[in-house]
């Protein structure tokens, strides 16, 4: 079932992927770390804020910088 929900990976989660590869293999740090993953993942989204009733009504929090702004997949918070 697609419950149209998406998780990210934590930070310590892909971090840890290069200790995963070969030894010595630098280009799995710099392909799979937390700094080139995440900006994977906001090249592949389009974040939609909360509507600021929502926002406030559900006490949503949210770093707007940590979102992309023009991939094909759209995400945003219910309501």
């Known amino acids: 079932m697609n419950g149209m929900y998406i998780v990210r990976p934590s930070?310590?989660?892909l971090d840890a992927w290069?200790?995963?590869s070969?030894?010595?293999?630098?280009?799995?740090a710099s392909t799979w770390g937390w700094s080139a993953m995440l900006a994977?993942?906001?090249k592949s989204e389009t974040?939609?804020?909360p509507s600021p009733?929502?926002?406030h009504a559900a006490v949503i929090e949210y770093k707007a910088s940590?979102?992309?702004t023009?991939?094909?997949v759209y995400s945003t918070f219910p309501g």
């Open 40 to 42: 994977a993942m906001k």
């Open 66 to 68: 940590s979102h992309g």
């Open 22 to 28: 070969a030894p010595g293999d630098d280009a799995a």
């Open 53 to 55: 009733e929502i926002q």
């Open 11 to 13: 930070q310590i989660e």
């Open 47 to 49: 974040f939609v804020p």
């Open 70 to 72: 023009s991939g094909p």
């Open 18 to 20: 290069p200790a995963l």
